[in-house]
């Protein structure tokens, strides 16, 4: 069975950074995208960062362009995303994704990501 957990949840001021962690198991060549959705309350999950199954394309939403990095640990099947200059506004709760034919594009639509983890709280406050 696949399963995808994430850690490194926490409250923040702003300004501060974060970084989260995310593995993926029982998913297998010819490979699989990873990605970082949040949902804040009264909102829709929307796409934060997502990596393609082939890992030659990554979609940033325009909200987090310039302070988020995704980077994928191909030995150990993990995915960890990089929060900097955090905001109020990224006050959600995150949920790393795994999905085995995502490729990439303008968006990253939630649909074509099948396998879920559980979600770890971000909290940006003053």
């Known amino acids: 069975a696949v399963k995808v957990e994430e850690s490194g949840g926490d409250s923040v001021q702003p300004g501060g950074s974060l970084r989260l962690s995310c593995t993926v198991s029982?998913?297998?060549?010819?490979?699989?995208?990873m990605a970082w959705f949040r949902q804040a309350p009264g909102k829709q999950r929307e796409g934060v960062v997502c990596?393609?199954?082939?890992?030659?394309?990554?979609y940033y939403a325009d909200s987090v362009k310039g302070r988020f990095t995704i980077s994928k640990d191909n030995g150990k099947d993990t995915l960890s995303l990089q929060m900097n200059d955090l905001k109020s506004e990224d006050t959600a709760m995150y949920y790393c994704?795994?999905?085995?034919?995502?490729?990439?594009?303008?968006?990253?639509?939630?649909?074509?990501?099948?396998?879920w983890g559980q979600g770890t709280q971000v909290t940006v406050s003053s």
């Open positions: 994704a795994a999905s085995g034919y995502y490729s990439g594009g303008d968006y990253c639509p939630t649909d074509d990501f099948p396998f």
């Open positions: 029982g998913l297998g060549f010819p490979g699989y995208a």
């Open positions: 990596l393609s199954w082939d890992g030659k394309s990554t």
